[in-house]
């Protein structure tokens, strides 16, 4: 059988409850996460090394000169990049890994790593999206409208995810649910078990 790791890239818009998704992943399934680097401000009750980690501008930069990204994009304003070596280690221990990242670092990913999974979560309609980015209460009335309008133009880039999960109110578990059925069939691949045919009649 084929040991590898799984890689899991999450993305959605601001407000779809991609986090909540992926904080019940990790209960329910041994996963490790992808912890970021960002020059973003830590929102109250974020911490270093755990949330993210943040740096400032000159550090971010000097991070991609040497190479230490997987990908990396702006948002917002602001840098998001993946460590490439914490990723790179899981994969090679067999750990199934989850990247939470926007739509341009995940193609960045999946240019480099055909076989990473990519799974879109959509809150089920503009409404909700709109409430549940305001009812966090954590960013001013411009920063909601970009992040609207990043939410606008990312949304276009769907059709290049592997799969779609809508997550609806109250539904995180089920929301959690779709994407380990995802993960299980994704594990049957014969891409995943390709020297399944050689070990077979030993
Ligand atoms: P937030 O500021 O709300 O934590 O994140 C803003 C956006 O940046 C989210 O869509 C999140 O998925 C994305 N993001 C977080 N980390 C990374 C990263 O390492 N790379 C990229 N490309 N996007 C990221």
């Given at each position: 059988?084929?040991?590898?790791g799984l890689l899991v890239?999450?993305?959605?818009?601001?407000?779809?409850?991609?986090?909540?998704?992926?904080?019940?992943l990790?209960?329910l399934a041994?996963f490790?996460?992808?912890?970021?680097?960002?020059?973003?401000?830590?929102?109250?009750?974020?911490?270093?090394?755990?949330?993210?980690?943040?740096?400032?501008?000159?550090?971010?930069?000097?991070?991609?000169?040497?190479?230490?990204?997987?990908?990396?994009?702006?948002?917002?304003?602001?840098?998001?990049?993946?460590?490439?070596?914490?990723?790179?280690?899981?994969?090679?221990?067999?750990?199934n890994?989850i990247?939470?990242?926007?739509?341009?670092?995940?193609?960045?990913?999946?240019?480099?790593?055909?076989?990473?999974i990519?799974i879109?979560?959509?809150?089920?309609?503009?409404?909700?999206?709109?409430?549940?980015?305001?009812?966090?209460?954590?960013?001013?009335?411009?920063?909601?409208?970009?992040?609207?309008?990043?939410?606008?133009?990312?949304?276009?880039?769907?059709?290049?995810?592997?799969y779609?999960?809508?997550?609806?109110?109250?539904?995180?578990?089920?929301?959690a649910q779709d994407v380990l059925t995802i993960l299980s069939a994704e594990k049957m691949r014969?891409?995943?078990?390709?020297?399944?045919?050689?070990?077979?009649?030993?």
């Amino acid at each position: 059988m084929n040991q590898k790791g799984l890689l899991v890239i999450i993305s959605g818009p601001a407000g779809s409850g991609k986090g909540t998704i992926v904080s019940r992943l990790r209960e329910l399934a041994p996963f490790d996460f992808s912890v970021s680097a960002t020059t973003r401000k830590p929102r109250p009750g974020e911490l270093h090394g755990v949330h993210y980690y943040f740096v400032d501008k000159a550090d971010f930069e000097s991070k991609i000169e040497q190479g230490e990204m997987l990908e990396y994009a702006q948002y917002v304003g602001n840098y998001y990049g993946t460590p490439k070596k914490p990723v790179e280690d899981a994969l090679a221990e067999g750990k199934n890994i989850i990247l939470d990242i926007e739509v341009k670092g995940a193609l960045q990913v999946k240019e480099k790593m055909p076989e990473a999974i990519m799974i879109y979560v959509l809150p089920p309609d503009y409404e909700t999206l709109l409430a549940r980015i305001r009812g966090r209460g954590t960013e001013t009335e411009e920063v909601i409208q970009k992040r609207m309008n990043e939410a606008k133009n990312e949304i276009k880039t769907f059709p290049r995810y592997d799969y779609v999960v809508i997550n609806r109110d109250g539904g995180v578990d089920r929301a959690a649910q779709d994407v380990l059925t995802i993960l299980s069939a994704e594990k049957m691949r014969t891409l995943r078990n390709a020297d399944i045919p050689e070990n077979f009649f030993r």
